[in-house]
């Protein structure tokens, strides 16, 4: 059955879709003998022909494939990956035989792994693993392909454009959400919608996890705010596991009659998830099935998104406020911190302006000199975990744009494309690809248009490329170009003109400008900046970029006769303002030294500008170590005393420890003095044989590190000798032991005899949960800390009487 | 009887876990925002599970016997489920996807964000286990009491022991198992051991 065979069965009629898979074959004991379920269709295929006829019998419309992780990436991890098209193949095959006319819905579901920044997997390879799926179930001949059971929408994002890429059938879209309507990693439906409708999707629903009878009620939430056709198949109930059964406790008529409210609420497709069984379908077709689906009023969204927020355009209050200052442009200190890969003023600015209003945020991060495409990847991954709101992707830089986008976890806007021809066919594929809202400069390749007309013209030739390449005309956001009111005074009202007019005749579009640029050059740019966003409100402006920081209530009569060019030469104006002078903070910050500066991030833990800091102090210092090695250690000196103080506590002092290693990494590689700074001496770092715990001990090493120690950490579950062996190697200050478990303490005991029968001189400091002061002694330790602090103390003191 | 799939990760547990000290730790909006930062991702990464046995029990001197035959021998689980007439073994999980996280973050030498996000996952841990034990207070009837927890590797009861207990409970339903030194995999992992009794027992 084709794509658009099957939607438009759907707007006809109800479909009855199968049951759970899983806890059937569960239930049955056939996965005790194998490894993974889709590995029945080619060891047991009779097994699964077994589930399937019960769901056909039971009066199934569509049947889902046994292919739930017949990924690439599960599959490999239980060595059946050169068995895919077997798995698949036969998967398909099995209904088939049984019913010929059946729909088959290839099912496709998660990785398992979370993608970059919630986990390590990339985009690329979570999108790798549905494509070979998608092309396996195309090629074999499913008629649609339902992605389901996902929990994290970036990897949904991938399973989407897959399947798109690769499968012709229709695609629906379904995730599980808890009782509160967001999945668990934090996305809402209504920002579920925004993906799944932009990238193109056919249908979208819900499945697993709650009862039915909430899930019919988050079933009524997504066919309000969608008009896409809706599927849902819930849970008999949640899960419960007792006494080595897992129990479904909700019974099919609870789950008849919540289906049945899905259904008055609008849904179109019908089926059950985990702990349904044959009987439940049968329930649910003998009420639902040749039914024609309930009619929804039609919607009128404008979804922009991230993963936890989402912005309806056409409900919020106009200007749309678009945050402008993560920008680099004519910022050098801003430009400097992006060629060192340093995020941290586009981090400040990010929770600034949305903490000031802004609606979305526009980052560009173009300087000359950084590899923009893995720039804009990183700072948007990283913005989008830090600020919800959605972002506006502004770059110059092609293959930037698409990387940003892709990484985008919700529906952001491109900034921008202009009438070029090339721009055009290079962004629109682009914007379409990943269901972006697209910007559009009227401009083209002769430059700014003067007369409202002729932007207009470009206006039309970017909606004819746009119908080319099957961009839906809302999408685009139109910017009718604000020049200077200085310098072109008569321009003003040619953009206000303009877009006036384009509200008339492409409604559909939407507007957006910079406000800023229109009083470049002229005292007192707020009030003309306010002013003119109210002129630009009511022309229609939906969009406004703008620095949210600044006051946007002024609304100036001299302002607006000079935008209305009422004041030629802007003299009455200029009498006004030109002694206007902008507003200084009243206490003006000191200017710092790069040593003060040096000791206050160390002191603040601030890692970001030492880059920054020690280039200055190396370009100025007669001895730049010794700058460093100074100030760092008085800075860490202060820490020490706040911790004591209680006044810092352990983030706190990892937060110094961090900045300080970074000085002297930097310090150390830049002056090639390795060998001398390491010479303060080494210390062996060690979790004991029989523990497996980390952090502890990576805790004590980065605040040695901090000071200048060489730290080798041996890592966890370290045998005795090992740690021994090492010590004869490389004649430790210390040994630094930790174990969390009270039965691997014992393996302390071990490494300190050994190394009294090896006669090995270095100390040996022991720490970590469960260890005293009083087994230390008992175990005959040198020492023992009961912090990262205490240790550095204590080593710090031996390094010294070493030197002496 | 037992749902913990929502469990929200509380700030202040956490900031308390860290060692924060309300009258005297001073904390700056940076470091607020970046702890606050890793909360919220550390929430985006936990998938609380639990799963659950219930038997009658019967005690013999340092023995507690179970219907299906598990035994225990420990004087302080005996001590623990004096008159109780019956046992929940709980085991509960917050998944094995902050833990991937933290190491990652460990390997990338961001021992800040690393320390959070363990902080944030151990926290979440102990509030999926007081939930999980909650509610099986509530489910309880009202004349029963419940004792308090009690895990492996806590006085005469060996870390090893877990081995069979979790076996019992039915723990690998649920992911959660244990490696060769009796560590529950994933780490944020709490079972337990809860006795029943009549009230006026």
Known sequence: ?804 | MVNVSIVEISYSELLARLGYLHNKTKLDIRTINLIKENLNLAQKLIKPKSVIAIENITLHGNSILFESGYEIKSSNVAVLLENCFKAYGIAVTIGSALEKKRDDCLKKKEIFNALILDAAGSVAAEEVITLANAQIKAYEKKDNVLTKRYSPGYGDWPLEANKQFLSWIGTARAGITLNRFYHMKPEKSVSALVGVKKINS
């Open chain 1, 1 to 804: 059955m084709n794509k658009s065979n099957f939607l438009d069965m759907l707007k006809h009629r109800v479909l009855i879709m199968s049951g759970a898979m899983g806890t059937e074959l569960q239930k049955k004991k056939y996965l005790d003998d194998v490894t993974i379920p889709e590995e029945l269709n080619i060891k047991f295929p009779e097994r699964v022909s077994e589930i399937y006829s019960s769901y056909i019998d039971a009066g199934a419309d569509v049947v889902l494939t046994n292919t739930f992780g017949a990924n690439s990436i599960i599959l490999q991890q239980h060595n059946f990956l050169d068995k895919a098209e077997d798995i698949i193949k036969s998967g398909i095959d099995l209904i088939r035989k049984i019913s010929p006319d059946i729909i088959v819905a290839g099912d496709v579901s998660s990785t398992g792994n979370y993608i970059e920044p919630l986990g390590t997997l990339s985009f690329d390879d979570a999108y790798k693993a549905f494509a070979l799926q998608s092309a396996l179930l195309q090629k074999h001949g499913a008629d649609v392909i339902i992605i389901e059971t996902m929990t994290e929408i970036k990897e949904t994002k991938a399973a989407i454009l897959a399947a798109k890429d690769n499968f012709e059938g229709a695609i629906i879209v379904t995730m599980t959400f808890s009782a509160d309507g967001t999945t668990v990693t934090g996305t809402d439906l209504k920002s579920f919608i925004s993906v799944v409708e932009s990238l193109g999707a056919d249908a979208i629903g819900l499945n697993c996890c709650i009862g039915s009878i909430e899930l019919a009620e988050l079933s009524q939430v997504l066919c309000k705010n969608t008009n896409l056709p809706v599927s849902f198949k819930p849970n008999a109930g949640i899960p419960e596991l007792i006494n080595h059964e897992t129990k479904f406790l909700e019974t099919k008529e609870e789950f008849l009659e919540a289906s049945l409210k899905a259904y008055f609420y609008g849904v179109n497709m019908l089926g059950g998830c985990c702990g349904t069984t044959p009987e439940f379908i049968k329930l649910l077709s003998n009420e639902l099935k040749y039914k024609a689906p309930k009619i929804r009023d039609k919607k009128d969204k404008y979804f922009l998104s991230t993963r936890t927020k989402v912005v309806d355009i056409n409900e919020i209050k106009k200007p749309v406020f678009i945050g402008e200052r993560i920008n680099p442009t004519n910022r050098k200190k801003f430009q400097e911190e992006l060629v060192k890969n340093d995020l941290s003023t586009i981090k400040d600015e990010a929770r600034s302006q949305v903490r000031f209003g802004a609606n979305l945020l526009d980052v560009n991060v173009g300087v000359p000199g950084v590899d923009e495409v893995k720039l804009l990847a990183n700072a948007v991954n990283q913005l989008q975990e830090i600020v919800s709101v959605p972002l506006c992707i502004d770059s110059s830089n092609i293959k930037a744009l698409e990387q940003g986008v892709k990484n985008c976890t919700g529906r952001p806007i491109i900034n921008s494309v202009n009438g070029e021809r090339a721009k055009l066919s290079a962004i629109l594929p682009i914007a379409k690809r990943y269901g972006t809202a697209l910007i559009a400069l009227t401009t083209d390749d002769s430059g700014i248009p003067k007369t409202a007309q002729e932007r207009l013209n470009v206006a039309k030739k970017i909606l004819n490329f746009a119908d080319h390449y099957n961009f839906e005309r809302k999408n685009i956001i139109f910017d009718y170009l604000v020049l200077s009111v200085s310098s072109s005074p008569e321009q003003i009202q040619e953009t206000l003109k303009a877009m006036k007019k384009s509200k008339k005749i492409y409604p559909e579009c939407r507007l957006v400008l910079g406000i800023s640029n229109v009083s470049f050059g002229l005292p007192s740019r707020q009030t003309i900046n306010s002013t003119f966003l109210k002129m630009a409100v009511n022309a229609g402006l939906d969009f406004a970029i703008v620095n949210p920081y600044a006051k946007w209530d002024i609304d100036n009569l001299l302002a607006k006769n000079l935008l209305e060019n009422k004041d030629k030469g802007a003299i009455k104006y200029m009498e006004s303002f030109t002694s206007f002078t902008k507003q200084t903070p009243t206490t003006e910050t000191k200017k710092l030294s790069s040593c003060e500066n040096l000791y206050l991030s160390i002191l603040n833990g601030n890692k970001e500008p030492i880059a920054g800091i020690l280039d200055k102090i190396i370009e100025s210092y007669e001895d730049p170590f010794k700058t460093v090695n100074d100030n760092v250690l008085k800075a860490l000196n202060i820490v020490g005393k706040k911790f004591t103080a209680k006044e810092y506590f352990l983030p706190q002092i990892i937060m110094s420890a961090q900045a300080a290693q970074e000085a002297f990494s930097i310090i150390k590689t830049t002056l090639k003095r390795e060998e001398e700074i390491s010479s303060i001496g080494k210390i062996i770092m060690a979790t004991v044989k029989g523990d497996m715990h980390d952090i502890g001990k990576n805790i004590v090493g980065a605040v040695l590190e901090s000071y200048g120690f060489d730290v080798i950490d041996m890592g966890i579950n370290v045998d005795s000798q090992a740690i021994i062996d090492k010590a004869n190697e490389v004649n430790p200050i210390a040994i630094g032991l930790s174990a969390l478990m009270t039965t691997t303490m014992p393996e302390m005991r071990k490494v300190i005899k050994l190394k009294n029968m090896n006669c090995i001189p270095t100390k040996i400091i022991i720490g970590g949960a469960a260890v005293t002061e009083k087994f230390a002694k008992e175990i005959n330790a040198d020492a023992y800390a009961k912090d990262a602090m205490e240790a550095a103390s204590y080593i710090r003191t031996l390094q010294k009487t070493r030197k002496r």
